[in-house]
């Protein structure tokens, strides 16, 4: 499998005539990608595009080409999500997107700076210096680079290179341990629990989310307060600080749960496909607001794209009813509003999430009985749950339409 990795450089100190090229080629690229845009949406041929954007624009040939990428897929993206109302339409200083003709490398190791990178602008080639690490260009010369994005902050221009590199992934055939993910908003942001083939529980890790209920909260008071101020400044510099302190978390506890999978040969990560879990949401301003803000998403994709640099396999199952079903009889669970858990019939006591974490697993085990884990990708799901499993043992058949078995050993 090949897996995209990313590697990000500064600019070193362009000059006053490099930094207007460049800033002039993004607005540009703004300007022509906007152009495919509502070009598209006419029906106009693309040739007859290229021909205009190449005459109005005065971007290279390879530009160009991108441009009409992006503005392809975020309009194949518009069309194909009928709850987006908005037409895709870009502002400020648009990030750029270079191929090999486009952008090169050289580097110079007597130099005062040892790697440059040329760049093609609306004023031809701007040759400029870039941050170095000879671990990094070890890898872009082994693997090359597939593409390049040229991105504006606040304190410069950073060259974002994407790269590919072949990972050998494990099979569901070769799976011994599983690594269940129970995500949270309320209690605990995620709960690990690391079981084997044979359902026994070797590690279990809770990553508490009070401290980040309570600093988001801070910061909705803190922007309501500027908002009656009318200090709009504020209120967007306010939300850069929480955006920054939700990656900076949740970036920690990916690594931590990939690190714990790390610790196991043939592992697979086992999370829940809350794909679409916000549609029918409806729990009051307060409870919709803290719905809405729940970063189970990125969360997701962080685990995703470092497990698989790890070489190790990601899995999703279906939701619903995970936290319902005793592990130790099958019987139905009385949660009370926090954490604590009841079997109706054995009186077991649990963790909420931890059961949770626990049966997302068992769940896994129930779909590759069923042949029905899938590569890459979310195992199927629909009306065969609902109908039961001949696999399952007889004490178990009315946790088959949960997906949940009693005794994973029949896989």
């Known amino acids: 499998m090949k897996v995209q990795n990313t590697i990000q450089f500064k600019i070193i100190h362009p000059n006053q005539n490099k930094t207007n090229s460049l800033n002039t080629t993004m607005r ?13 949406a006419k029906g106009t041929p693309t040739s007859e ?15 160009i080409q991108t441009a009409r990428d992006i503005a392809k897929e975020q309009y194949d993206s518009y069309k194909n999500n009928p709850d987006n ?16 003709r486009s952008i090169s490398f050289k580097n110079t190791p007597d130099g005062h700076y040892h790697w440059w990178a040329n760049i093609s602008t609306v004023n031809g080639k701007v040759r400029v210096p870039i941050t170095s690490c000879d671990n990094h260009f070890e890898l872009l010369r082994e693997h090359g680079f597939k593409c390049c994005q040229l991105k504006y902050k606040k304190d410069g221009f950073y060259l974002n290179v994407i790269f590919e590199e072949a990972k050998q992934i494990p099979k569901e055939k070769d799976f011994k341990h599983f690594v269940g993910v129970d995500r949270g908003s309320h209690n605990n942001i995620a709960t690990v629990v690391v079981q084997d083939k044979e359902g026994n529980i070797l590690e279990s890790k809770f990553f508490n989310a009070q401290q980040m209920l309570e600093k988001r909260r801070r910061f909705f008071v803190l922007r309501r307060q500027l908002g009656r101020k009318k200090l709009l400044k504020e209120i967007k510099k306010s939300k850069d600080r929480e955006r920054n302190y939700v990656h900076d978390v949740n970036h920690k506890i990916s690594t931590d749960i990939v690190k714990i999978a790390s610790k196991y040969k043939d592992c697979s990560i086992v999370l829940e496909n809350l794909k679409g879990i916000r549609k029918k949401m409806n729990f ?14 990125l969360l997701e994709d962080m685990i995703v794209y470092k497990a698989h640099r790890n070489s190790i396999a990601v899995r999703r199952v279906y939701p619903r009813g995970t936290s319902s079903v005793c592990k130790n009889c099958g019987g139905d669970i009385r949660r009370s509003p926090s954490i604590h858990s009841v079997c109706k019939s054995c009186k077991k006591e649990y963790n909420g999430d931890w059961l949770g974490a626990v049966n997302i697993t068992r769940r896994f085990f129930f779909y590759m009985s069923k042949n029905l884990g899938i590569s890459e990708s979310c195992p199927k799901q629909g009306k065969d749950e609902s109908k039961g499993s001949i696999i399952a043992p007889t004490p178990t058949e009315v946790l088959a339409h949960r997906g949940l078995m009693v005794r994973p050993m029949g896989i």
């Open 284 to 297: 009051g301003k307060t409870g919709n607001r803290k719905g809405h803000s729940w970063t189970f998403g």
């Open 49 to 63: 595009i290229y021909q205009q954007a190449k005459q109005q624009y005065g971007l290279q040939t390879g530009l």
């Open 28 to 40: 540009q690229y703004r300007k022509c990608i906007n152009f495919y845009l509502h070009e598209i």
């Open 85 to 100: 109302k908005v037409f895709p339409h870009f502002k400020g200083l648009t990030s750029v997107r270079f191929d090999k």
